[in-house]
């Protein structure tokens, strides 16, 4: 799978919107990007994926340049709850009828002030 | 529909016990994975169970054991333990077929602390 690179932490207003960016230059043609957050105490949740297109849900939106090499998570109106470690993942879409495994990296901390 | 669920929350042991966390996964997945998560780190993985076998293995020592039971419940047996092993440890489950669209969920983790 391919390595991402994400900046360790962050800081955002509440009410505002959370552009947490993630570097994956190395990602090949059938990696996906992964975005999970874990808030403290708790384990991993997961938010959003994709493979080229922009994507939304009702937690975020992922934007992915079109070269593939970079993606950005945006929370639209970050909240005090939305305060959690935010993990970057690519791996390779399913292949064949084998499970995957996740390679976490350390995160970006996200700091949603009040 | 319950989530996955792991127990115990938390556990306390010494160096050289042998401990068993238990993992329960999200009802319609068939497939556990375990991840170790020490302090200000994130996830690594350790194996994946599915079909009652271990399928993969990350980078970790034989004293890392696990099992799947008939209704995809799973444990990880630690052996001989050290101080480094105080982690959070979390399942993830999933569905062997579910493909990308059908991400692993997590429980909340078991907290192993060996003093």
């Known amino acids: 799978d391919a390595k991402t690179t994400q900046p360790p932490s962050m800081d955002c207003a509440e009410g505002r919107a959370a552009n947490l960016p993630c570097n994956h230059s190395t990602i090949s043609g059938n990696e996906y990007v992964y975005w999970y957050r874990q808030i403290h105490s708790q384990g991993p949740q997961y938010i959003i994926h994709g493979l080229k297109n922009n994507e939304t849900n009702e937690m975020a939106s992922l934007i992915i340049t079109e070269d593939r090499k970079s993606s950005t998570l945006i929370l639209p109106h970050a909240t005090l709850r939305d305060t959690a470690v935010y993990y970057c993942?690519?791996?390779?879409?399913?292949?064949?009828?084998?499970?995957?495994?996740?390679?976490f990296g350390k995160g970006t901390l996200l700091t949603v002030n009040p | 529909d319950a989530g996955v669920t792991q127990s115990p929350t938390h556990l306390i042991k010494t160096r050289g016990q042998q401990v068993t966390l238990r993992c329960s996964p999200k009802s319609g997945h068939d497939t556990v994975s375990w991840y170790q998560q020490a302090l200000g780190q994130g996830p690594q993985f350790i194996f994946q169970y599915y079909e009652e076998e271990e399928r993969q293995r990350g980078n970790f020592p034989d004293r890392f054991s696990g099992h799947q039971y008939p209704n995809y419940s799973s444990e990880l047996n630690v052996n001989a333990l050290l101080l480094g092993d105080s982690a959070l440890y979390l399942c993830?489950?999933?569905?062997?077929?579910?493909?990308?669209?059908?991400?692993?969920?997590f429980g909340d983790g078991t907290r192993l602390s060996i003093l």
């Open positions: 993830a489950s999933s569905h062997r077929y579910g493909g990308p669209n059908q991400p692993q969920h």
């Open positions: 993942i690519v791996r390779v879409a399913w292949v064949g009828g084998s499970n995957y495994k996740l390679t």
